[in-house]
């Protein structure tokens, strides 16, 4: 089937050391709580399955947390830890490369409690070597690679913030120290896979109901942000926003993907309400998404080489084929996101 001209781009080999994927279409991790007891079932590997027959070149998984009690607030979020989890995720890689996918887990601690300035440093500590004990359990399953979770307000997340970080010590205080804890995950994480096993860090500047807050206002101190984790061993920075098409700093059209990879050299995957016909808040007022906007601009980015990969979420979420259609010019066949949709795993 020859690949639309319009969509072309999207659908080129990615190459970044030892990660080599068919295209530059993402499955970003969305939430599902369909995991009795935090063990995912053959349903959620049936679910990964499909995405992975239907070109999408990587899927990174819904959050999946450590084992520590403030992970998370939902039994049925899925466990990265424990045996009878990690043999379900086992079950699902196995899914997912019988199809011929790439798939990654998106490592996450919620922050349940939304208050870092109460953890000791022994906590902290304890926290960091979960989040490595992990990252190993994922190498050891055969995933292609992993995703840490520090975006959207947890609690990666709320240790960048000075909002919700006001500690004192060595883990608050300047926006260079509140990477500290990121920067030892990371750390922790690489040095528990090796130099080889791609790291990917999701990042954004934007919070839960606090959509306009930048962690940094600047190239400059984006600069100084980003320069602790290059050092830790980020391979990938997946940079979410509201909607990808914005600029993230006046004076030039790059989003926050772009101008993360302007700055670090490394490549960057870009997020937010792609595939979707408003962004996803508006969606979400009038419950609807034809599934297609917007895909000529994002293509003219990736193009102009602002940025990697496209993280695909909601649209992806719905229909399986999303990819496939796309890539066949069957913009008709689209099946359009709707709130039913949150409560399957199609």
């Keep these: 089937m020859t690949t639309s001209t319009a969509v072309q781009a999207l659908y080129r080999p990615f190459t970044a050391g030892t990660l080599t994927l ?5 499955m970003a991790p969305m939430t599902r709580a369909m995991s009795p007891d935090g063990v995912p079932g053959a349903n959620v590997a049936a679910y990964y399955r499909r995405r992975a027959e239907n070109n ?31 043999k379900g995720w086992a079950n699902v890689v196995a899914e997912v490369h019988a199809a011929g ?21 022994a906590e902290i ?25 520090g975006a959207h307000g947890y609690l990666i997340d709320q240790f960048f913030w000075e909002k919700t970080n006001q500690r004192t010590d060595g883990y608050g205080g300047s926006l260079v120290a509140r990477t500290r804890f990121a920067e030892e995950v990371v750390r922790a994480c690489r040095e528990a896979v090796g130099p080889d096993f791609p790291i990917v ?18 190239p400059e101190e984006l600069e100084q942000f980003l320069q602790p984790l290059l050092d830790a061993g980020v391979d990938i920075f997946h940079c979410s926003t509201r909607r990808y098409w914005e600029p993230e700093f006046p004076g030039s059209d790059l989003n926050f993907a772009g101008w993360v990879k302007k700055i670090s050299g490394k490549p960057t995957i870009t997020v937010g309400s792609v595939g979707l016909d408003s962004d996803f808040m508006t969606f979400f007022a009038e419950g609807r998404s034809s599934g297609n906007a917007g895909i000529e601009g994002l293509v003219q980015k990736l193009e102009n080489d602002e940025f990697d990969l496209v993280a695909i979420g909601r649209a992806l979420l719905v229909d399986p084929a999303w990819a496939t259609k796309i890539r066949e010019d069957r913009a008709e066949d689209l099946i359009p996101f709707t709130r039913d949709a949150l409560s399957t795993l199609s």
């Design 101 to 121: 996918g790439k798939i990654m887990p998106q490592i996450w601690h919620m922050g349940t409690k939304g208050q870092v300035n109460d953890y000791s440093e």
């Design 201 to 218: 860090l999701r990042l954004s500047q934007w919070k839960e109901r606090e959509y306009t807050v930048k962690l940094a206002n600047n």
């Design 22 to 26: 068919p295209n530059r279409i993402v």
């Design 125 to 149: 500590a304890g926290i960091v070597k979960e989040f490595a004990n992990s990252a190993a359990a994922a190498k050891e399953i055969g995933f292609d690679g992993i995703e840490i979770h």
């Design 56 to 86: 999408v070149g990587l899927i990174i998984t819904e959050g999946t947390v450590i084992n520590h009690p403030d992970a998370s607030n939902n039994k049925d979020v899925p466990h990265f830890y424990g045996e009878t989890a990690l």
